[in-house]
């Protein structure tokens, strides 16, 4: 179990005060670097947050803060934003990549799976799909657009009228 007794002062959540680049001169409460690698014995959040491979944060949370809570709390701060933006988009390509791989290597064999992993392959599944490509519109949508279309022409009709009496 995560002794959380270390990421608090009191009874407040540290989140600048675990970080080495962030305290100034005392570093007593200093867990870790955010740095990409290790530095000055301060293991690399970072490092730690690509390792556990988890896309819901909450095993990370969990084993490397002081769990859930904290981790939201730390996520919520500003400075904290641009780096856990990072390492998300680059944990998700790192997942997609993995993925990929294996795909790959299916496609390679003989089993009854490799003809859908070549079609995946071909067909770039793991691209955006374009969303101007969509199937046929929903009863809802119909029946927004011919209200749009509706408040065009008379607005239109009005205009006509206008035009015509002066």
Request: proline share 3%; net charge positive.
């Amino acid at each position: 179990m995560n002794d959380v007794s270390r990421y608090k002062s009191g009874t407040a959540w540290l989140t600048k005060g675990i970080f080495y680049e962030e305290l100034l001169a005392d570093k007593s409460t200093c867990l870790y670097t955010l740095k990409d690698t290790d530095h000055m014995g301060y293991p690399s959040l970072y490092r730690l947050y690509m390792e556990t491979n988890d896309p819901t944060e909450w095993k990370f949370a969990t084993t490397h803060l002081g769990g859930w809570k904290h981790w939201e709390m730390l996520c919520d701060c500003t400075w904290f934003k641009p780096y856990v933006e990072r390492w998300r988009r680059e944990l998700e390509l790192r997942m997609k990549s993995q993925a990929l791989a294996r795909i790959m290597a299916e496609a390679k064999t003989s089993n009854k799976e490799s003809f859908s992993a070549n079609k995946y392959l071909l067909e770039k599944g793991w691209e955006p799909k374009d969303s101007s490509k969509r199937g046929r519109p929903s009863k809802d949508d119909i029946k927004q657009a011919a209200r749009e279309e509706l408040q065009m022409n008379n607005r239109i009709s009005e205009d006509f009228d206008r035009i015509l009496r002066n």
